[in-house]
């Protein structure tokens, strides 16, 4: 089933839903770039700490990059380190910054892109304890491991503040709200389809605020119903099919007598009296004479 399948009532619904969402949809991408644009000014600043660490207030941190799940933080001096260093610096930061409470750190060497040491903040996982990394181009990469995405990171971090609109900005933009959203209209749209019987079966069929029904011959209306004669049913169902189009006389003799011979001249004229006054309740329904061609049922056809 397709946008075009459900009924315009059921359109306008599905389209006031997705303008709701819209917003919300869009308030959750900008947090989302704040959120890396703030992982970033985290990495530089571990960058910023270890060139200290290092005695150089001097030497620039190159352009952070996020290559696959991980941040590349370079720079363009060489250098020597001692794990523990690069350890205490990036597990102070990652604290201060709220970013992750557990990474995993690999120290590549800038050329060979051979990784010469590795750790893991979190779990105290830091091998090579104590013994100084010579001299050479490195680049940090840090992947985090919290298992988070960005933006509930940043609803994290401005807990303290505004935790009410953080919790209520991860509902409203979660995947579960979404699908919830289409199974509820899908749900009113079966709803009230069901409760419209002249839906699901033609033999019932609205005219005007009567409900026809085929098969058992009546017409309804506020609770009250009449019966039909064999003969009315079948003119009153004529006339239905070309509703607002006037029906030649002599069709109509044709399709609702046909070859039995039982009628004359009046007999026509009289069962349209008949369904007249057992559809008066209703004044926007009328069946009317036109001149010299036949009737027509007039009403307002739904759109």
Known sequence: MTFRHFKPAYQKLIFFVFACMLPMVANSTAEEVIAEKRIEVAMRMI????????????????????????????????FGF??????????????????????????????????????????NLIP???RIIP???????????????????LQTTTADDSSFIASWTKIFTSPFLMVS????????????????????????????????DKRNMALSID???VELSNKEAELLSLLHTSANAPIERE????RVWGDEGDYVGRTLDVFISKL??????????????????GYKLVMDVPR
Do not use: W
């Not at 050479?136 to 919290?146: A, F, G, Q, R």
């Not at 079966?190 to 079966?201: L, M, Q, S």
């Not at 069709?251 to 044709?254: R, S, Y």
């Open 47 to 78: 960058g910023h700490q270890v060139l200290m660490c290092l005695g150089d207030d001097e030497s620039r941190i190159l352009p952070i990059e996020k290559v696959d799940q991980h941040y590349k933080i370079s720079f363009e001096v060489e």
């Open 82 to 123: 001692d794990p523990a260093d690069i350890v205490s610096i990036i597990d102070r930061v990652m604290t201060e910054t709220r970013i992750a409470t557990r990474s995993f750190v690999e120290v590549e060497q800038c050329e060979t892109k051979e990784v010469v040491h590795s750790f893991e903040i979190g779990n």
């Open 128 to 130: 090579c304890e104590g």
């Open 135 to 153: 001299e050479d181009c490195y680049s940090l990469l840090v992947t985090i491991l919290d298992g988070s995405s960005p933006i509930a990171n």
């Open 181 to 212: 959203l289409l199974i509820l209209i899908g749900f009113m749209a079966y709803f009230f389809k069901k409760k419209n019987p002249a839906d699901i079966d033609p033999n019932l069929i609205m005219i005007g605020a009567y409900q026809f």
């Open 223 to 225: 609770n009250k119903s």
């Open 251 to 254: 069709v109509i003799l044709q």
């Open 276 to 293: 007249r006054k057992k559809l008066e309740a209703d004044a926007s329904v009328k069946i009317v004479n036109i001149r010299g061609i």
